[in-house]
Structure formats: structure tokens, C-alpha cells
């Protein structure tokens, strides 16, 4: 062989073949839909379903895209043919249909099929989004359902109501609502999703896991699931299975509005910025929901995470203008512009979702306004399951941090989360007594029961101490005064420290406790010696002033404390000399 066709047979070697199937059609069709090439999606779609036409899910694909081009005759007839050719148990085809009826106008039809899908699954994906298209078909025909009774039906009100719970952050009664309505209806998988989250914002991981596989279990292609169980993987840290189901739901192009938002959220949420943003672009299509200042901020953020930095500069602009009160849109515009001046070759971090500051630029804030946590952040969802996370899951000092929180949210839920917490064997005895301090502070005075040192006990919030024959007036009203001087001064451990101490100087002393006349002045040494604990700079002029006593009165009720208490021995082991 010459060297001129060595060369050339060389050259033909590095040739790499196309792979002419289903795969690569749908490739080009997701491809074309981010260029807004519709009829070049439809097209590459129309191919997928060659190659595989066994496949419903390529069937569902072309369905979507005619309906969002308009032609919604077109997709029946899809959506009839997978029903009749394809996979006769999709029944959410019927749904679909309804819509396509619906925005044909054609509401005797769209009622026929919505009632179809109502009347053969009981477990339908969409029974909320049913319920409201119901009530829509009866204003437009002037009349009831010719269906009164759906069994399918039976518990939305309650499930509607576990939902509006979950979105205000009240999980743990979400959660219970939820897991009464399965009782009686365990094939309600869209309440099973719901109830898998709400133990998962709560910490609960393994019932979180439990609840999403029975959900896959009577149905593997269940979208929520699918999604719920991607975020929960990726919280195991398992990412050889993750990157399995990753890649399964980024080939996935939802048909119903709702499957599209749940998908770009979950999209954005396991790193996939582009498919997150692709599917937050179809939505700002949709006239429904493209008025909304969330989905542009998310849009926005998407885009910022793959670079398209002028995008999101668009799109929070936008958001700014539909919600000209929100602190947020501009937060990150500031944040673009300082991007501009910064190093090209610097990577920026990855911002999140959520349409709020960052949760250290609220906490920054709040500390510099002096306020405690804003109404509006107690009631944040999100933030609200971060605390729960965090007192199951977090280390020492973060679960301090969130019994202090706690002291602050101060509503049912903090109270009960509280209660569980005592019962937790493997807590720390001093986390479980800050917990009895707040839940006193929180008006609990019944018993309680609680787990030491791996037995149960019964303790009473409401006594100071249990250990003394008796707790006299004025030994209370020392203690009472100086928490009432000290309550916006320092924290729920500093206030728990003072009050521990107090106790342990009555208890050491008793029977000789001496006289509190001077209550001012014991008072004043409480929150000296607590300050010093804290390596917190105070002085006894300061506390004397506070009280109204004297500071050689101060000084002298501290050195009884120390006598008998040892605090300085204390503090020297804690903070030792350099």
C-alpha cells in the first residue's frame, strides 16, 4: 500500500460512526426545544417513536409538544393510540386528553375523559389537579358531574389539607393527617409522595426512603417518586444510583404543567442546571404561570449556574418588576455586577433556588437590626425543616443554635419536636435540659417523660428543682430578676446557665442558705458570674447599676456563688491561662 493511501486509510479510521436510534432522536428533539424549534422537535420525536414505538413514553413526548403548539387534535389522537396500540394502564393519557378537550372547548368530551381517569385510577398522579378541573367543567356546563361519587375522590379534601400544611412549614401534623388518610387509603400514592416529604423535612430519612418505595412499588414511572427519591439518594451520598436515575429523568419531557415545574426543581436541585433551566424556559412559555416572580427568579438562577450571566440579569430584572417589595431580585443583581469585576477565570459558587436571601445574608441582617427571627422566616417552610434537620442530624452547636430557635418560633410544632427530642436515648443531658428550659419558656408544665442514661423518667418543666424538700418565694424571685434584666441581653443557653447555677448555690447551701435581702444584689452576681462563664466583659459596677444595689454588695454575693459553686476552678479548667 502506498503512503498517500495509508494516509488515507489512517483518516478513515478516525471516523466515528452516528448511532441512528431512539436515543439520538430524542437527543435532537430535547435539543430543539431549547432553540424553540418545535416542528424540528416534533419531527426528531415522530423518529424516536419509529425506532421504538413500544415506548410510550416517546408517544407522550410527541403528545406534549403538539399540545404546546396547539394542534391538541393531533395529540388526542396520540394519547388515544397509546391507550389503544401502546400500554393500555397509562391512564393518565386520559387526563391529558381532558386538557386538549378543555382548551378545545369541548367540555362534554374533556368531562367524559376526566371521568374515565377518575373512575380507573384510584392512585391517580393528578386527583388535586382533577378536582379543580372538575369544578371548572361544572361552570361551564351549568351543571353537576353526571359522576357524583368518584371513589378516587374520597380524601382530597383531607390530602389539599396536608398539602396547604406542608407549604406553611407545619410538617409533623402533616404528617399525621397523612398517615391517618392511608390508613384507610393506602393506594393514594400522591398522598404517600406527600407524606414521604413531610418525613423527610422533619429528619425522619429511613421513613422518608419507606415511603417513597411503596409509592414505586405500585407505581415505577410515578414522576413525583421518581424525583423525590433522586433528592433523598442524593442526600445517602449513593451517586453511582443517583447518576442512574439523574439520567432518567433528564430524559423525560413532561406533559402536565406540574410534572414540568417538579422536574426543573428537582433538576436544579441535583446539579443539572441545564435541564433545570430548559424546563423553567417551557414554563415561562406558559401563560398560566409565566406572571409569577418565582419561576423568573429560578429561571434566573438556572441560567446564572451554566454561565448565560446576561440571561439572568434579564430574567431577575423581570422578577424585580413583577415584585418590586422582594429584596431578592436585587440582592442578586448586585451580586451579577460585582461579578463583572471580578477575575473571568474564577469560577463563581453555585446559588440556590430558593426565591429568598441566603440564609447567612438573612442571619447577617438580623444580627445587625439587633431583632430576633422575622414572622415571615418562622413561617419559611424551608428554613422551618432546616431546623428540624438540624436538631436530629446536626452536631452539638448546631443543635443548641436550634433549640434557641425554637425558644423564638414558639408554636406547636417547636413544642412537639421538642418532646420528641427528650425521648432520643443517644442526646446529650445538657441539650435535653436547655430543651425542658425552653419548653417551660414555652408554657409546658406538665410532665414530661425523658430518656437518661437509657431509662425513662418523668420530669416536671414547671419546678425549678426537684431535688430540694422545698423551693421558697424568695430564692425564686432572685432568680426571677435576674432573668427578667437578662432575657434580651443573652441567649436561651446563657439564661439555662444562670438559672443551673442558682439552683446548684441554693441546693450546695440548704439548709444554710443565706438571707436574699439583698435580692438585687444576688441577682447581679447571677449574671456576673454567667457573663464570665461566657467570656462576656462585665464589671460590677455595670451589673450593681443594672440591679440597683451597690457594687461592693456585687461583689460580695459573687464570692459567696464562687464559695460554694467553685466557679472560678470552673472557668480556669475551661479557659486556661496561655
Same mark, same amino acid.
Given at each position: 500500500?502506498?503512503?498517500?493511501?495509508?494516509?488515507?486509510?489512517a483518516k478513515l479510521t478516525k471516523? $466515528?460512526?452516528?448511532?441512528?436510534?431512539?436515543?439520538?432522536?430524542?437527543?435532537?428533539? $430535547?435539543?430543539?426545544?431549547?432553540?424553540?424549534?418545535?416542528?424540528?422537535?416534533?419531527?426528531?420525536?415522530?423518529?424516536?417513536?419509529?425506532?421504538?414505538?413500544?415506548?410510550? $413514553?416517546?408517544?407522550?413526548?410527541?403528545?406534549?409538544?403538539?399540545?404546546?403548539?396547539?394542534?391538541? /387534535?393531533?395529540?388526542?389522537?396520540?394519547?388515544?393510540?397509546?391507550?389503544?396500540?401502546?400500554?393500555?394502564?397509562?391512564?393518565?393519557?386520559?387526563?391529558?386528553?381532558?386538557?386538549?378537550?378543555?382548551?378545545?372547548?369541548?367540555?362534554?368530551?374533556?368531562?367524559?375523559?376526566?371521568?374515565?381517569?377518575?373512575?380507573?385510577?384510584?392512585?391517580?398522579?393528578?386527583?388535586?389537579?382533577?378536582?379543580?378541573?372538575?369544578?371548572?367543567?361544572?361552570?361551564?356546563?351549568?351543571?353537576?358531574?353526571?359522576?357524583?361519587?368518584?371513589?378516587?375522590?374520597?380524601?382530597?379534601?383531607?390530602?389539599?389539607?396536608? *398539602?396547604?400544611?406542608?407549604?406553611?412549614?407545619?410538617?409533623?401534623?402533616? !404528617?399525621?393527617?397523612?398517615?391517618?388518610?392511608?390508613?384507610?387509603?393506602?393506594?393514594?400514592?400522591?398522598?404517600?409522595?406527600?407524606?414521604?416529604?413531610?418525613?423527610?423535612?422533619?429528619?425522619?430519612?429511613?421513613?422518608?426512603?419507606?415511603?417513597?418505595?411503596?409509592?414505586?412499588?405500585?407505581?415505577?414511572?410515578?414522576?413525583?417518586?421518581?424525583?423525590?427519591?433522586?433528592?433523598?439518594?442524593?442526600?445517602?451520598?449513593?451517586?453511582?444510583?443517583?447518576?442512574?436515575?439523574?439520567?432518567?429523568?433528564?430524559?423525560?419531557?413532561?406533559?402536565?404543567?406540574?410534572?414540568?415545574?417538579?422536574?426543573?426543581?428537582?433538576?436544579?436541585?441535583?446539579? #443539572?442546571?441545564?435541564?433545570?433551566y430548559r424546563h423553567f424556559k417551557?414554563?415561562?412559555?406558559?401563560?398560566? !404561570?409565566?406572571?409569577?416572580?418565582?419561576?423568573?427568579?429560578?429561571?434566573?438562577?438556572?441560567?446564572?449556574?451554566?454561565?448565560?450571566?446576561?440571561?439572568?440579569?434579564?430574567?431577575?430584572?423581570?422578577?424585580? #418588576?413583577?415584585? &418590586?417589595?422582594?429584596?431578592?431580585?436585587?440582592?442578586?443583581?448586585?451580586?451579577?455586577?460585582?461579578?463583572?469585576?471580578?477575575?473571568?477565570?474564577?469560577? &463563581?459558587?453555585?446559588?440556590?433556588?430558593?426565591?429568598?436571601?441566603?440564609?447567612?445574608?438573612?442571619?447577617?441582617?438580623?444580627?445587625?437590626?439587633?431583632?430576633?427571627?422575622?414572622?415571615?422566616?418562622?413561617?419559611?417552610?424551608?428554613?422551618?425543616?432546616?431546623?428540624?434537620?438540624?436538631?436530629?442530624?446536626?452536631?452539638?452547636r448546631t443543635k443548641l443554635q436550634?433549640?434557641?430557635?425554637?425558644?423564638?418560633?414558639?408554636?406547636?410544632? !417547636?413544642?412537639?419536636?421538642?418532646?420528641?427530642?427528650?425521648?432520643?436515648?443517644?442526646?446529650?443531658?445538657?441539650?435535653?435540659?436547655?430543651?425542658?428550659?425552653?419548653?417551660?419558656?414555652?408554657?409546658?408544665?406538665?410532665?414530661?417523660?425523658?430518656?437518661?442514661?437509657?431509662?425513662?423518667?418523668?420530669?416536671?418543666?414547671?419546678?425549678?428543682?426537684?431535688?430540694?424538700?422545698?423551693?421558697?418565694?424568695?430564692?425564686?424571685?432572685?432568680?426571677?430578676?435576674?432573668?427578667?434584666?437578662?432575657?434580651? *441581653?443573652?441567649?436561651?443557653?446563657?439564661?439555662?446557665? $444562670?438559672?443551673?447555677?442558682?439552683?446548684?448555690?441554693?441546693?450546695?447551701?440548704?439548709?444554710?442558705? &443565706?438571707?436574699?435581702?439583698?435580692?438585687?444584689?444576688?441577682?447581679?452576681?447571677?449574671?456576673?458570674? +454567667?457573663? #464570665?462563664?461566657?467570656?462576656?466583659?462585665? +464589671?460590677?459596677?455595670?451589673?450593681?447599676?443594672?440591679?440597683?444595689?451597690?457594687?461592693?454588695?456585687?461583689?460580695?454575693? +459573687?464570692?459567696?456563688?464562687?464559695?460554694?459553686?467553685?466557679? #472560678? /476552678?470552673?472557668?480556669?479548667?475551661?479557659?486556661?491561662?496561655?
Amino acid at each position: 500500500m502506498s503512503e498517500e493511501n495509508q494516509s488515507e486509510g489512517a483518516k478513515l479510521t478516525k471516523v $466515528v460512526p452516528i448511532r441512528m436510534d431512539a436515543n439520538f432522536f430524542f437527543d435532537r428533539a $430535547v435539543s430543539s426545544l431549547d432553540r424553540l424549534q418545535y416542528d424540528k422537535a416534533l419531527k426528531y420525536f415522530r423518529k424516536a417513536v419509529e425506532y421504538e414505538p413500544d415506548n410510550p $413514553v416517546n408517544h407522550c413526548n410527541m403528545a406534549g409538544i403538539l399540545s404546546e403548539i396547539g394542534d391538541y /387534535e393531533g395529540s388526542n389522537k396520540v394519547l388515544s393510540t397509546i391507550l389503544n396500540e401502546v400500554d393500555g394502564t397509562m391512564t393518565e393519557c386520559y387526563f391529558y386528553m381532558a386538557n386538549n378537550y378543555a382548551n378545545m372547548e369541548q367540555f362534554e368530551a374533556a368531562e367524559e375523559a376526566l371521568i374515565t381517569y377518575l373512575e380507573q385510577d384510584p392512585e391517580g398522579q393528578f386527583l388535586a389537579e382533577a378536582e379543580e378541573m372538575m369544578d371548572l367543567l361544572q361552570y361551564e356546563l351549568n351543571r353537576p358531574a353526571k359522576v357524583r361519587h368518584i371513589e378516587s375522590l374520597k380524601g382530597v379534601a383531607e390530602h389539599d389539607q396536608a *398539602r396547604s400544611m406542608l407549604e406553611k412549614g407545619e410538617f409533623a401534623g402533616a !404528617v399525621k393527617l397523612l398517615e391517618t388518610l392511608l390508613r384507610d387509603q393506602p393506594d393514594f400514592l400522591a398522598a404517600r409522595n406527600n407524606l414521604a416529604l413531610g418525613y423527610y423535612y422533619l429528619g425522619m430519612f429511613k421513613e422518608a426512603m419507606d415511603a417513597i418505595s411503596q409509592v414505586l412499588e405500585r407505581d415505577p414511572g410515578n414522576l413525583h417518586g421518581l424525583c423525590n427519591l433522586a433528592v433523598f439518594i442524593q442526600h445517602e451520598g449513593d451517586e453511582k444510583l443517583l447518576e442512574e436515575l439523574s439520567d432518567r429523568l433528564e430524559r423525560i419531557v413532561p406533559f402536565h404543567q406540574e410534572h414540568v415545574f417538579k422536574l426543573a426543581t428537582t433538576m436544579g436541585i441535583l446539579g #443539572k442546571h441545564e435541564a433545570a433551566y430548559r424546563h423553567f424556559k417551557r414554563l415561562l412559555r406558559d401563560n398560566d !404561570v409565566n406572571f409569577d416572580p418565582c419561576l423568573y427568579h429560578y429561571a434566573a438562577v438556572a441560567a446564572y449556574n451554566i454561565g448565560r450571566y446576561n440571561e439572568a440579569r434579564t430574567l431577575w430584572k423581570h422578577a424585580a #418588576k413583577l415584585d &418590586p417589595d422582594s429584596e431578592v431580585p436585587g440582592f442578586y443583581l448586585d451580586r451579577l455586577q460585582e461579578l463583572d469585576l471580578e477575575d473571568a477565570e474564577l469560577e &463563581p459558587p453555585v446559588i440556590s433556588y430558593q426565591y429568598r436571601l441566603p440564609f447567612e445574608e438573612q442571619f447577617r441582617m438580623w444580627k445587625k437590626w439587633g431583632e430576633g427571627i422575622p414572622d415571615q422566616i418562622k413561617q419559611d417552610p424551608l428554613i422551618r425543616s432546616s431546623f428540624f434537620w438540624g436538631l436530629r442530624h446536626g452536631d452539638s452547636r448546631t443543635k443548641l443554635q436550634v433549640i434557641e430557635a425554637f425558644s423564638q418560633i414558639a408554636d406547636s410544632e !417547636v413544642k412537639e419536636a421538642l418532646r420528641a427530642f427528650l425521648m432520643e436515648p443517644d442526646e446529650e443531658k445538657y441539650l435535653k435540659d436547655i430543651a425542658l428550659f425552653v419548653l417551660r419558656g414555652l408554657g409546658v408544665n406538665e410532665p414530661l417523660p425523658i430518656v437518661l442514661e437509657g431509662e425513662t423518667r418523668t420530669v416536671d418543666p414547671g419546678f425549678t428543682s426537684s431535688r430540694l424538700p422545698v423551693w421558697k418565694s424568695e430564692w425564686q424571685a432572685v432568680l426571677d430578676e435576674a432573668k427578667r434584666r437578662m432575657a434580651k *441581653r443573652y441567649n436561651v443557653m446563657q439564661l439555662h446557665d $444562670v438559672e443551673t447555677l442558682w439552683v446548684e448555690f441554693v441546693t450546695r447551701s440548704f439548709p444554710d442558705v &443565706p438571707s436574699v435581702s439583698h435580692l438585687g444584689g444576688w441577682a447581679a452576681a447571677l449574671e456576673y458570674l +454567667t457573663a #464570665k462563664l461566657h467570656q462576656r466583659h462585665v +464589671t460590677y459596677e455595670e451589673v450593681a447599676k443594672r440591679y440597683g444595689t451597690s457594687a461592693s454588695t456585687a461583689s460580695r454575693c +459573687t464570692k459567696r456563688v464562687d464559695e460554694v459553686c467553685g466557679i #472560678k /476552678e470552673k472557668m480556669n479548667a475551661m479557659f486556661p491561662s496561655g
